[in-house]
């Protein structure tokens, strides 16, 4: 065990002045189902570690047409709202119980693929993000939040503490392709969400896990299907957009090749739930 | 390093611990206060056999540091053994010969005991789900499935046949 002092803030405030004095010395943790593992491996050897459990940082809430996540509730608490029911579903194919109930929702975006399904959802839903420091704080799109594997547009003195979510009557379709029915790394993680101008589609969101260095958008199928009924030709040129745009990998799941394939299916999959004429299930 | 004292509650007493920052609480009990029951499997949280439970709910002790359970309440399968005999589900877990090499077994009983605390009643839907997170690499869990239906009818009053 290398590491020299653990903090335990009691607020955000406390949190940030902490931050704000270690600066990039500090392994800041959540839940620590990611940063714990390393740790014990001796992956990760930080001297200093700021653990989130404690700050206060956890609840949900409904507030102003929508709903507002704190960064270190964790996945069990998530399961418990009612307001966003996909988030539900993208947390109960989150991990293991023991897991849930220590993983947290803001963890879940620094989580690196094949991991991080609810930051999928959160993706197709256009959620937000509050990143805070001493100085202030800024709300940044998921979509912007993201810069690459591992990186991201938070600031060295600035944490994650909140997230936004709008509440719409929309569906949202969210399937996750593992190898296993629970507890499983995905093959790939799909989730999308159409609104509509009458019979015609006039915005779509297709968020893609475990087919890039983060969770990504793919634009061009969701261009694609602008104008649409969102009839069979429209979801086989976007299924097939998706597939060509997506970034997989090959790990210990599933080869580049198979995953490419397969979010060419779970895209196909995903939009049929949202067609005209689907079977209508609450999710 | 500055060792801290932090103090938590474990089986229905106060203990007090000398630690070294974020030492886990799967170290705590096995190197300090000699609960061995809380196994030492894959240290990632991917094998459950350190599941304990905090507060009633079950947690991966090998990924919390000690210093995150001040304050709280930390059941082990040692606080679960009744002085005499043996816990429902633990002897649910023999009559149904619910383990070979017994490595998993600490785990399962604790997450079993977390799972009908909050479904009196579970399916094999809703065990399998629970126990997604515990490996057992002996009984290939169709008897950690049955020992949980087991127990389920003992500690519902209505003690049933083991399950075949």
């Not at chain 2, 905090?54 to 304050?71: R, T």
């Not at chain 2, 003992?154 to 399950?163: K, L, Q, W």
Request: aromatic residues 4%.
């Amino acid at each position: 065990m290398t590491v020299q002092a653990y903090l335990l803030p009691r607020s955000l405030p406390e949190a940030l002045g902490q931050l704000a004095q270690h600066g990039l010395d500090v392994l800041v943790m959540a839940g620590g189902t990611v940063a714990m593992p390393l740790i014990n491996d001796g992956i990760s050897l930080p001297s200093v570690v700021m653990g989130l459990r404690l700050a206060g940082l956890d609840g949900v809430e409904r507030a102003n047409g929508r709903l507002r996540i704190g960064a270190t509730t964790t996945l069990t608490q998530l399961l418990q709202q009612n307001a966003v029911p996909v988030l539900r579903e993208a947390a109960r194919n989150t991990a293991s119980w023991s897991i849930r109930n220590m993983g947290t929702v803001g963890g879940n975006l620094f989580t690196p693929p094949p991991g991080g399904d609810v930051a999928v959802a959160l993706l197709a839903l256009d959620a937000s993000v509050t990143l805070s420091s001493s100085r202030s704080a800024r709300v940044v799109s998921l979509a912007d939040f993201y810069t690459g594997f591992m990186t991201n547009e938070l600031a060295p003195d600035e944490l994650l503490a909140e997230l936004w979510v709008p509440i719409s009557n929309e569906p949202t379709a969210f399937l996750k392709y593992g190898r296993k029915h629970a507890n499983t790394p995905a093959v790939v993680t799909v989730a999308a969400r159409v609104t509509w101008d009458g019979p015609t589609v006039a915005d779509a969101r297709i968020a893609l896990g475990a087919a890039g260095p983060h969770p990504i958008r793919a634009r061009d199928a969701e261009r694609l299907l602008v104008g649409t009924d969102l009839g069979t030709d429209a979801i086989a040129a976007a299924s097939a957009a998706a597939a060509r745009e997506c970034e997989p990998f090959t790990d210990a799941i599933a080869t580049e090749w198979y995953r490419r394939r397969m979010v060419g299916l779970f895209v196909g999959r995903a939009l049929q739930q949202l067609a005209p004429g689907a079977a209508t299930e609450d999710r | 390093m500055a060792s801290t004292i932090v103090t938590f509650e474990l089986g229905g007493r106060e203990v007090e611990v000398l630690v070294r920052p974020m030492t886990t609480l799967q170290s705590v009990l096995r190197n300090q206060l000699g609960q061995t029951a809380t196994k030492d499997g894959c240290r990632q949280g991917g094998c459950g056999s350190c599941t304990v439970l905090v507060d009633g709910e079950p947690m991966a002790s090998c990924l919390l540091p000690i210093e995150d359970v001040a304050g709280r309440r930390v059941t082990t399968l040692e606080s679960l053994t009744p002085a005499e005999g043996l816990h429902p589900v633990q002897q649910a877990f023999v009559d149904e010969y619910a383990f070979q090499c017994g490595y998993c077994t600490p785990g399962m009983v604790m997450l079993s005991k977390a799972l009908l605390d909050h479904d009196p009643a579970p399916n094999d839907e809703a065990i399998g789900q629970a126990l997604a997170g515990n490996l057992c690499r002996c009984t290939g869990y169709r008897p950690i499935v049955d020992a949980i239906r087991h127990a389920s009818g003992a500690m519902s009053g209505h003690d049933t046949e083991p399950v075949r």
